[in-house]
Each structure stands twice: as C-alpha cells, then as structure tokens.
Nanobody, 119 residues
C-alpha cells in the first residue's frame, strides 16, 4: 500500500515562501508521475505542478516562475518550493502519485496540507 505524507504547510504573509514536502512509503522511481494539486474552499481540485518519471515538469500558469517542483530520490520525497505567495494561493495542497499497472493506472493521494496566505 502506497502512502504519501505531506508536510510544510502553514500560515504565511503575502510575498512569503513555504516549502512543502511529500514523503512516499516506497521508491518514487516506481511512480510514472508525481505532483502537487490544490483545492481552495468551494473550488475544484486543480493541478499545481507535476513531473513525469522522465523528468518532464508541468506547471499551472498561475504558479509559473513562483513555484518549483523537485525531488530527492534518496529520500523518496517530492518538494514544492513556493515563493512570492499570494492570497489566492490559499488552499489545501495534495501530493499525488501515479502507478501504471497491467490493469491500468492507479492514483494515490496524500491527506493534504493547508496553506494560508494572508494579505
């Protein structure tokens, strides 16, 4: 059973920075893709940043040039460095990992970590 544990959320003032961590229970090499999503109150969950097993990264337009996704293979951990935070970045941030099985893809989600940006 795959477990993803997020940490690093909190309250920060606009313009500040936070770094989120997502620790996986197994090797992140086993995932075809990993990334971060967020869900603001009353809104649908949306993609923030992802990378594939080949290393290709993808960012939402709203976070480009402010957020950076990275990984530490030795620690089986994915990070999201968030700079120049804005109140509209306030949301619960979720880590997601995808495995490709013979039966099809399967997605795993963490429990989420709250990020609140005050103006």
């Amino acid at each position: 059973q795959v477990q993803l544990v997020e940490s690093g959320g909190g309250l920060v003032q606009a313009g500040g920075s936070l770094r989120l961590s997502c620790a996986a229970s197994g090797s992140i090499f086993s995932f075809s893709a990993m990334g971060w999503y967020r869900q603001a109150s009353g809104k649908e969950r949306e993609l923030v940043a992802t990378f594939s097993s080949g290393g290709t990264t993808n960012y939402a337009d709203s976070v480009k040039d402010r957020f950076t996704i990275s990984r530490d293979n030795a620690k089986n951990t994915v990070y999201l460095q968030m700079n120049s935070l804005k109140p509209e970045d306030t949301a619960v941030y979720y880590c997601k990992a995808r495995k490709l099985l013979l039966s099809g893809p399967i997605n795993y989600w963490g429990q989420g970590t709250q990020v609140t940006v005050s103006s």
